[in-house]
């Protein structure tokens, strides 16, 4: 480049000479302007080139500064880590809960706030605290996992080598509990596993719960708690009352065993007997990170009969129709709106599991196979609609529904937004 500036500068000093000596063919004119326009594209070259050192200048300084506040913000989060892990020792000592909804919640309004005053989006503050809060959560709630309310005491998990009964039996395990396990094959050593135990914990498939439940009674120390784990509630708790006389209490983990903490889950409780004896138990699942939810046993498998059967069910009809008609399921997620791609996933992932599970669930009960039909029935209502083309029935039926769901509609166009938020971030 360097000899381009050079011939630039010889040229000039050639035409600075000619004009002085007053002498110019034209020739020479057209070779001058050819090389001013030469110079020109130099100059320009030139003046782009010291933009870009300018620009790269400039740029490197203000990318070490952002380097310089990363640094910060993680030297910061680590900071807030070890603090974290002051409260954790604290609440150890102190056989406290990992969560404190009332804390979180404080804080998480009180940073909003602020984001507000400092002119910054305070859904974006929220939702990068609540990802540093749930990491912190995780973290305490595997250190809480050690932590036995009771350690030493003795634990018989029958159904231990199942889903839910594997995932209980880690837990009271890792928490000091000296645990037992009575599956099928060893029910010839009942009297032995059952010899001074404390809590027995029933985690059999439903339609044999009632059965082990009075099999096992006979053999159990009268001051031991028995609970079970089942998805239903009232049978159970009543057969647990019927056949044992000490503490009795249901317990429901709304969650499958995959979940590798307890962190946030909620765990259905329905009191049975001898409360004040029962609470030893509540108090590790909450230690564990569980949220507990008490009911009596009626109306959690009444509510259970929507949240669960309901629910599963109607996704296994939408997901038996598609298959029935054949549809191209991979060209459909082609075309996806984000809310088609929300519910396939719930309706895939429902195929994706245990077709036990979910029959066990849906037909838990007389009176939840009742409710099933009932729904099947009433889509019927929706066909002389159709027939009709009758789109003011619809309009009127939508804003009636509409209406029954109340504010509930505007949470739910919150809550969902999100989810499709974060969908399309990954997606
Ligand atoms: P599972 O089939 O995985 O486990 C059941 C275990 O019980 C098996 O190991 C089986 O061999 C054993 N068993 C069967 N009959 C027995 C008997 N007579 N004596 C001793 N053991 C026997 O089932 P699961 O999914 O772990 O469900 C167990 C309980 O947990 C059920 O009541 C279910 O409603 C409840 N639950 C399960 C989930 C879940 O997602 N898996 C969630 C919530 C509640």
Same mark, same amino acid.
């Given at each position: ?43 320009? $070259? ?95 709630? =595997? ?44 029910? $010839? ?58 503490? =009795? ?179």
């Amino acid at each position: 480049m360097s000899d381009k500036i050079e011939k630039h500068r010889q040229s000039q000093l050639k035409i600075e000479d000619e004009f002085k000596i007053g002498h110019i063919d034209h020739g020479s004119i057209e070779l001058q302007n050819e090389l001013c326009g030469q110079n020109e594209n130099e100059l320009h $070259d030139q003046n782009e080139l010291n933009d870009k050192s300018e620009f790269d200048t400039e740029i490197k300084e203000l990318r070490n500064r952002i380097d310089d506040i990363d640094e910060q913000i993680l030297k910061l989060i680590s900071k807030r880590f070890s603090e974290v892990q002051k409260v954790v020792a604290l609440k150890k000592k102190h056989n406290m809960p990992v969560f404190h909804p009332a804390r979180e919640e404080d804080l998480i309004s009180r940073l909003r706030d602020q984001a507000q005053k400092s002119d910054m989006d305070p859904d974006f503050i929220e939702e990068l605290y609540r990802v540093i809060l749930r990491n912190s959560r995780l973290h305490q709630s =595997v250190e809480m996992k050690q932590q036995g309310i009771r350690p030493g005491s003795k634990v018989l998990i029958v159904g231990g080598y199942g889903q839910m009964g594997s995932y209980f039996v880690w837990f009271f395990t890792t928490s000091g509990y000296e645990v037992r396990i009575l599956s099928e094959n060893n029910w $010839d050593k009942v009297q032995e596993l059952c010899m001074d135990i404390d809590l027995v914990l029933i985690s059999v498939p439903i339609d044999v719960t009632l059965e082990t439940i009075s099999r096992i009674a006979p053999h159990l120390p009268p001051n031991a708690l028995l609970a079970d784990l089942t998805s239903v509630k009232t049978a159970p708790l009543n057969e647990m009352l019927k056949v044992h006389s000490g503490p =009795v209490i249901g317990l429901h983990p709304l969650f499958g065993p995959t979940c590798t903490t307890l962190d946030k889950q909620i765990i259905a409780i329905t009191p049975g007997r001898k409360p004040r004896e029962c609470q030893w138990l509540i108090d590790q699942l909450i230690l564990w990170g569980a949220i507990i939810v008490s009911s009596d046993a009626k109306e959690h498998d009444h509510i259970m009969d929507i949240v669960q059967a309901l629910r599963h069910f109607a996704t296994f009809c939408f997901g038996q129709f598609l298959s029935k008609h054949k549809i191209e399921l991979s060209r459909t997620l082609e075309f996806s709106s984000p809310i088609y791609r929300l519910e396939m996933g719930m309706v895939g992932r429902l195929f994706a599991q245990d077709s036990s599970l979910y029959s066990e669930i849906i037909f838990a009960t007389p009176s939840r196979r009742k409710i099933l039909k009932e729904f099947l029935l009433s889509l019927n209502e929706q066909i002389e609609m159709l027939d009709n083309n009758d789109k003011v029935l619809f309009m009127e039926r939508f804003s009636q529904t509409a209406k029954w769901f109340g504010p509930f509609s505007e949470q739910a166009l919150r809550e969902s937004t999100f989810i499709i938020n974060k969908l399309i971030e990954r997606f």
